[in-house]
């Protein structure tokens, strides 16, 4: 029995009039009524408006010494987090093992000195081996400068 009232009700507001129009009548004796309805006789129709000017709030202008919950430091240190330490970590590996991969190549090359040993451009093992330092003092280079990057970024990182 609940149901039916409920849905008969809900029914009931469907099919009522808004109530945004506002009538001021005036009756045969005089007599000042306002309804939502046309008058039948003499009338006016009246614009109603919040009592409040300005309903909408305006918004303070931020201030230039304070940021919001999501500004430029709180987005740096989340990219320091999740993407600009994590690369860079990456990349030291990345350039640790390709170093660690090139001495090796170096030595397979190297042998008894005979002509189907020789590598390309007919180098002698004394050249392969100023070739391999030269080729790790670049990889050090190359680390310690990876290194350094990362440094300053988690520096970076505990100042924010």
Do not use: H
Request: glycine share 6%; hydrophobic share 40%.
């Amino acid at each position: 029995m609940n149901s039916i009232r409920y849905a008969a009700s809900i029914l009931a507001l469907g099919f009522l009039a808004p109530a945004w129009a506002v009538n001021k009548c005036t009756d045969a004796n005089g007599k000042v009524s306002f309804q939502d309805a046309p008058c039948v006789g003499e009338g006016e129709k009246i614009d109603v408006r919040p009592a409040i000017q300005g309903a909408t709030p305006v918004r303070p202008a931020p201030s230039a010494g304070k940021e919001g919950a999501f500004g430029a430091s709180w987005q740096r240190k989340q990219y320091l987090q999740t993407q600009g330490i994590p690369q860079a970590r990456a990349a030291l590996a990345r350039n640790q093992q390709e170093c660690t991969a090139q001495p090796a190549e170096a030595t397979t090359q190297a042998g008894p000195l005979r002509r189907s040993t020789l590598p390309s451009g007919n180098q002698f093992p004394k050249d392969l081996a100023a070739a391999a330092a030269k080729d790790k003092a670049a990889c050090d280079a190359r680390s310690n400068e990876l290194r350094e990057q990362l440094r300053q970024l988690e520096e970076e990182l505990s100042a924010l």
